[in-house]
RNA sequence: GCUCCCGUAGUUCAACUGGAUAGAGCACUGGCUUCCGAAGCCAGCAAUACAGGUUCGAGUCCUGUCGGGAGUACCA
């Protein structure tokens, strides 16, 4: 907790007589950074103490004397605005973070609770799309961020290496072998859209294909093993893409693995839940304004919703969860509405734990992205692009830069900022909107981007380098006089910088990496801002210098940890 | 048809969960390098789709209209 915020907060408690209301924790920002730091707004007590807010904000700002981080109260229009002083915040908040240096901002409220993230989940056998980036990089934010705040967490990779499709490509391999004496998963691919594409014509082939998936089912040897050469291929080159971007996982177990599936669909039909439909095994939730679970094919095939719960009381069987949180895309909200309502009826009270974190779709040219119709963008590519980018900009530029970087190697430079960039793309944005693939955007390198964040940390670096040549001692410079931190810039970087910690809780609150990727570009422009006007290397004035240098060093920590919890490499050049 | 999401400057997004004068990035216009990294900084332009309602107060909540998207029984 903020210890600005929190100081208000007990003041306000201790003299809650006053008002004779609950104020609460309503304490708000204000809009203008110039009114205060935090604001109460009265009106919701003006209405039960019958007088004008305006009044009320006036009697408590009155009552209320400053104190400790309180530098002045004032009322204002029905607020009270309180706003604190600088020169007994500035230390306790840089004290703090050179103390705590990569420390600072985790927490212990997770401790003892496990969390299950279930993200990435790419499906066999289809090269891994632009799509699937989406997932794969917010799971993996939220499971750095959860982590930071003491949870354990759970990274499952659940892989699509089951269902019907595979009936699709082992029907087609058995009519074509000659054609897959040598493949990679662009070509399980393609053979899938061409299959999809004749079986409109021929929908015999259906046939074939839900056939050969239940052989697949009943564990078939010949099946089985061609299964098994698709799935091998696939995850060799998915992780060829997660070593790229810096994701792991504890868990690759995917649909394939979940074996108690039969038990239960039994253990569903046992509570009564289940209904015979159009020959298909079903749960009804009419009563629930939700169409039915389909578990079964007319067939006696599963179907994933039934793969699904079972998967879900497994992981909750092996890991007693607190939450077990699912990062898929929205157009599959039906489906955990129905298969968490299942859990729901099934009488298990954790049904409640478990959430859908959806994210929106990502569009081309305004379309849905399908695979099955060949309309996607391949991730490598766009890895790729972005990277080719970065490397023709470190090639551009003048001189002075250019000797700067010498001693690094610009391949892997161009690579963290290229990748970076495609990370922090898809996290600086509320999740829930869809997104239009656009190449000139995912490839923008300016303003707000990750390439900005990765250039600030640069600079954060590139100035303490500077003065530690300079003799200065960057590391623990502390005493310093941080009272001669004065300037605005200085001030807003220090409030900013308190506020990191509530920044993780929040994002971890409302599963939403966004939030910490719009503090972190909140806090370079701030910085950008005050490295334009203030130098912080001066040997005229020490003090001063000493005292920037710890405020540097300060935002370092909190820059380079923001980047690693949204999964962004920070770079000391680039 | 039904259900759910979304409509904020030319464009891509914010807005602290209902609060004060709606903030940024691109793009465009004009500035800033004898000075710690110009992938930067400063300034200018410009917006809550429409119509009602709820209340002290609405971009945010409710109703309707228009526009976009997604889902909707044996794919995942």
Redesign the pocket.
Known sequence: MNVLKNEILNLLKENSSLAGVNIGS?L?????RT??DY?L?C??L??ALKQP?NKIAEEIASRLKPSGLIASIRA????V?FRADPVKLLPLVIKQIIADKEKYGTSSVGEGKTIIIDYS?P?IAKPMGIGHLRSTVIGNALYKIFSELGYKCIGINYL?D????FGMLIADYKENKEKYSEFNSAFLSERYVAFNERAKTQPEL?EKA?EE?KKLESMDSENMEIWNRFRALSIKEFQHIYKLIGVGFDDYSG?SAVTNIHEVIALIENKGLCEI????L?V?LEGY?T??C?L????G?????A?DIAAAIGRHDKYKFHKSIYVV???????FRQFFKVLELMGYDWAKDCVHVEF??V?LS???MST?QGKTIMLEEVLNEAIN??KQ??EE??K??SD??ASVNTEE??KA??IG?IIFNDL???R?????F?W??IL??????G??L???H??L???LE??KHAGYNTENSLPVKTELLAADEEISLAKLLNEFPETLE?SA??Y?P??LS?YL?EL??VF???????????DSDKDLSNA?IALVRSLKYVMAKGLRLLGINP????
Do not use: C
């Open positions: 309503v708000e920002r204000p809009p203008d009114k205060g604001a707004a009106f919701s003006g209405k807010p204002e229009g029905g607020y605005n989940s499906n699509g089951w269902g019907t499709q259906l839900r998936f649909e439909s159009e020959g298909a079903i009804n304004k169409l039915p389909l079964k094919k007319s067939d095939a599963t179907l994933y919703a793969r895309g929205a157009d599959q909200k039906l489906h929106g779709l569009r305004g379309e849905k099955r980018k970065s900009i470190i530029r003048p002075e830069l700067k970087t430079i161009a900022v290229g960039a600086k944005n509320k829930t909107r869809d997104v239009d656009n000139e955007h923008s390198f300016d303003g707000e981007s390439p900005y990765q250039y600030t640069t600079r670096a590139s100035l500077k003065a929040k609150e409302n939403e966004s939030i719009n570009l370079s422009s950008n801002r005050f490295y334009r006007f203030h130098k912080v290397i001066n920037r770079l000391e050049k680039m």
